[in-house]
């Protein structure tokens, strides 16, 4: 018996579901919490399938067989009624907001949203430099391989070979966004790897001999600069990760009671989460610290604004003042002193020292490790290394200082 407007107004809702059946397909599903659907039951490729026509009463009897109606001819036309909205959703969409810059812009609002302010800094001018003035205005699913290569190489040109990869890899990111978002159909950004000039490879400056790194380390303990400045550049050399992750880190990423110091994945560069067990050396350094920026969010908070962290400079330009020039000591370069001297100094396991530089590492199956894994020796390397350190500073006799 069809449907009546009185029947699905005085529709009471029952303790389960339940359907109230009109005529071919139609019908009124009635919830438990009282609200009313209307959904067409139909057969597509021998499969039952339900569409939704809308919610009751702002979809009427009337309305919801007119609904109907329109999705039995587009049935019969050979189509499924749910793919050919789909369908339609993506091509207004398609038509709204699908320019290259529309789509860049909401990539960066929501894909950026969580990354660190110089990260997003630098996305940004990416953009707004090299990409957005010639592919801006453009339909995003219209621009092809051959259409990117020429803005890219634009930056070729001008020898900055990094900024050209991270263009490329900035567009693909772009091009994936507009994927998911129905407003492109592939990532010519893709076709394009191998296509580009070959980077660089950069060799950060680094002293790694046991009389040089006694030389630094006693130069560190004399330097007479800001606080955050001097403990940052004692930390590096303790904790050797990347110069942004050290100059970004934040008090409340300090677990004290497991004595690690825990980086959540939005602030590494392979965007997972790491783990740098902390020796007694750093604690009692991070403790001292804490008594001048701990009420900041930043453990070395800018001396402009202490909302921000530090310069990308600041331990850049100690090292120049303390007289390493560019070419013999880097920030980077805590991270091959300490790689090279637990290696070669030290015996440590390379795979270990890896692990701890947060580097990929996988076991003897192909998986990588997690954060975790071999924490307990990991935690052991650390203070091994920092005792290692004090021994250095203490020792005047370089040469016959290794230690097994």
């Known amino acids: 018996m069809a449907l009546t407007a009185v029947t699905c107004r005085q529709a009471q809702p029952a303790e389960?579901?339940?359907?109230?059946?009109?005529?071919?397909?139609?019908?009124?599903?009635?919830?438990?919490?009282?609200?009313?659907?209307?959904?067409?039951?139909?057969?597509?490729?021998?499969?039952?399938?339900?569409?939704?026509?809308?919610?009751?009463?702002?979809?009427?009897?009337?309305?919801?067989?007119?609904?109907?109606?329109?999705?039995?001819?587009?049935?019969?036309?050979?189509?499924?009624?749910?793919?050919?909205?789909?369908?339609?959703?993506?091509?207004?969409?398609?038509?709204?907001?699908?320019?290259?810059?529309?789509?860049?812009?909401?990539?960066?609002?929501?894909?950026?949203?969580?990354?660190?302010?110089?990260?997003?800094?630098?996305?940004?001018?990416?953009?707004?430099?090299?990409?957005?003035?010639?592919?801006?205005?453009?339909?995003?699913?219209?621009?092809?391989?051959?259409?990117?290569?020429?803005?890219?190489?634009?930056?070729?040109?001008?020898?900055?070979?990094d900024m050209a990869n991270r263009a490329r890899q900035a567009a693909s990111l772009i091009f994936r966004y507009g994927i998911v978002t129905g407003r492109c159909q592939g990532d010519p950004a893709r076709d394009l790897i191998g296509a580009l000039k070959k980077r660089k490879k950069r060799h950060y400056a680094a002293i790694t001999d046991p009389a040089g790194v006694r030389r630094l380390l006693l130069a560190i303990d004399n330097y007479q600069g800001s606080p955050a400045v001097r403990y940052a550049l004692k930390?590096?050399?303790?904790?050797?990760?990347?110069?942004?992750?050290?100059?970004?880190?934040?008090?409340?990423?300090?677990?004290?009671?497991?004595?690690?110091?825990?980086?959540?994945?939005?602030?590494?560069?392979?965007?997972?989460?790491?783990?740098?067990?902390?020796?007694?050396q750093a604690i009692e350094l991070l403790s001292e610290l804490h008594g001048i920026t701990g009420h900041f969010e930043y453990v070395f908070p800018s001396q402009r604004t202490p909302r921000r962290p530090m310069s990308d400079n600041g331990v850049r330009t100690a090292l120049r003042t303390l007289n390493f020039s560019n070419e013999e000591m880097t920030p980077h370069g805590f991270r091959a002193m300490a790689r090279t001297l637990l290696d070669e100094e030290l015996g440590v396991r390379v795979a270990l020292i890896e692990q701890q530089l947060a580097h990929e590492v996988r076991d003897v199956h192909g998986r990588a490790y997690n954060r975790t894994h071999h924490l307990p020796q990991r935690a052991e390397m650390m203070q091994q290394w920092a005792d290692y350190l004090d021994q250095l500073r203490q020792s005047s006799e370089i040469e016959n200082s290794r230690v097994a």
């Open 16 to 161: 389960k579901p339940y359907k109230l059946y009109d005529s071919q397909g139609l019908y009124l599903l009635v919830n438990p919490s009282g609200t009313k659907y209307w959904r067409y039951k139909y057969r597509w490729q021998g499969k039952e399938k339900a569409l939704s026509l809308g919610v009751y009463p702002q979809v009427t009897l009337s309305e919801a067989r007119n609904q109907l109606a329109l999705a039995r001819v587009t049935v019969q036309s050979g189509q499924d009624p749910a793919e050919a909205r789909k369908q339609a959703r993506r091509q207004q969409i398609s038509e709204i907001g699908a320019t290259f810059e529309a789509v860049a812009w909401e990539w960066y609002e929501n894909r950026l949203a969580g990354a660190s302010d110089s990260h997003r800094s630098r996305s940004k001018r990416l953009m707004q430099n090299d990409l957005l003035p010639f592919l801006g205005k453009r339909p995003i699913d219209a621009i092809t391989a051959p259409d990117l290569l020429e803005v890219i190489r634009k930056i070729e040109v001008r020898g900055a070979l």
């Open 235 to 280: 930390l590096s050399a303790l904790l050797f990760q990347r110069p942004s992750e050290i100059r970004t880190m934040r008090w409340d990423h300090i677990c004290w009671p497991r004595k690690q110091w825990e980086i959540p994945a939005e602030l590494m560069k392979a965007g997972r989460p790491h783990i740098v067990p902390l020796s007694t």
